[in-house]
């Protein structure tokens, strides 16, 4: 009997055996905008250049439809979704209409691709966990050691994008971890590890490539945090990101000063604001990190209401184009004290409460204690409305 990872491999080498024989002149490597989609971004770009494959990246923050329509629309492409895709399979596979190869390689709970060209090799379809097991940047360096048994080292990355799971190196990624000290491709450095080549900490890099692609989304970040997985950092790209961190932390200082002012706007189990333009320039990351921030503080959010932070998304898709609506991005984060009643099923988690209150026109994502969804700017108010609404109706 096969094990689940032979099975994966399995499905692996189907895909690679179509990738080797469709012709496509350069492959599109569709990736998240964090630590873990930059990294996986860098080993899918690095794997498939070791095979003559030419690739072009694009760094997306959500899946946004009329984008994923227009990959999708003309013939004979060969696309990669990397930490991001799978939750979208269904709507991925009606777009491509059997045209286009499409390997998804994901670790964000999946639905199911219905279409025999595009291959989902999230391994949650294998018994592993996204949330513990492994990350994205794992995905891709399993599919990059099956497509050349050389491309060991490349675990590194894969361990740089795990460090988004908060419990540790498990699971696949502890397998990975005793590759990657076996090939001393890492070493041991006190309590954690060291990327051999750039003697470079991998909580280092993973805290580099954060604010690479969402602070500095607008601002070719994405694609300089992918080079620099490979690369490393020049004294330069440390400057650069010093300064994008401090306007980072400028626009925070400035919000916090303004809602504690103003105090956040409230339902009955909601607490609201609405950030506007002040993170202008910047990924639309930053809000969510915002939301967990002032989870915690005690004197501006209440305990037991969920927090829900909007900013204006700014219409222009680096690399694609023009949104063709204006947008704003609603982020969700839970209070500490509310996430035992979650486990418990007593009230609605994160991510099903925007689910819920934005069906029809929003595209939501994200876990139990932190979600996001994009909608058009029109429904803001009704966004919240609804919330309201599914947070009240499932305690009754
Ligand atoms: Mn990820």
């Not at 076996?182 to 309590?191: A, D, M, T, Y």
């Not at 620099?228 to 004294?235: D, E, I, R, V």
């Not at 202008?280 to 915690?296: D, L, P």
């Amino acid at each position: 009997m096969l094990t689940q990872l032979e099975k994966f491999e399995q499905m692996a080498a189907q895909a690679i055996r179509q990738l080797r024989r469709v012709p496509s002149e350069e492959v599109l490597v569709v990736h998240h905008d964090d630590a873990d989609g930059l990294c996986s971004a860098a080993i899918t770009k690095e794997a498939l250049g070791r095979e003559g494959i030419k690739t072009k990246t694009l760094c997306l923050e959500k899946v946004y439809p009329e984008v994923v329509e227009d990959l999708h629309s003309s013939n004979g492409k060969t696309i990669f979704y990397v930490d991001i895709g799978s939750s979208h399979a269904d709507f991925i596979s009606q777009c491509n209409k059997e045209r286009n190869l499409t390997i998804i390689l994901d670790h964000h709970d999946p639905k199911a691709a219905e279409d025999p060209k595009v291959f989902d090799l999230n391994l949650e379809h294998y018994g592993f966990k996204g949330e513990t097991d492994f990350s994205g940047a794992t995905c891709c360096y399993l599919f990059a050691k099956a497509l050349n048994k050389n491309n060991l080292d490349l675990s590194y990355l894969a361990l740089v994008g795990s460090c988004e799971i908060p419990k540790g190196f498990s699971g696949l990624d502890k397998l990975v971890l005793e590759e990657a000290l076996n090939e001393n491709v890492v070493q041991q450095k006190g309590k954690g590890f060291e990327i051999t080549k750039f003697k470079t900490r991998i909580n280092t890099l993973f805290s580099k490539l954060q604010i690479l692609g969402a602070v500095g989304y607008y601002e070719g970040g994405p694609e300089i945090g992918v080079n620099a997985c490979l690369k490393g950092f020049s004294k330069e790209l440390e400057e650069k990101i010093n300064v994008l961190e401090t306007r980072r932390k400028e626009a925070n200082r400035r919000l916090l000063g303004r809602l504690y002012r103003e105090r956040l706007n409230e339902t009955e189990h909601i607490q609201w604001f609405d950030a506007g333009n002040m993170y202008s320039g910047m990924g639309t990351k930053v809000i969510g990190q915002f939301c967990s921030f002032i989870s915690y503080q005690a004197r501006l959010v209440k305990p037991n209401k969920y927090i829900l932070g909007f900013m204006n998304v700014p219409p222009e898709i680096p690399k694609w184009g023009r949104l063709s609506e204006r947008f704003v991005k609603a982020s969700v984060r839970v209070p500490k004290t509310l996430h035992p009643l979650i486990n418990e099923g007593k009230i609605l988690g994160a991510v099903n409460l925007l689910v819920e209150a934005s069906t029809d026109f929003g595209v939501a994502d994200g876990h139990q204690y932190a979600a996001s969804v994009v909608v058009p700017v029109k429904k803001k108010m009704l966004l919240v409305e609804n919330a309201e609404k599914a947070v009240s109706s499932y305690l009754s």
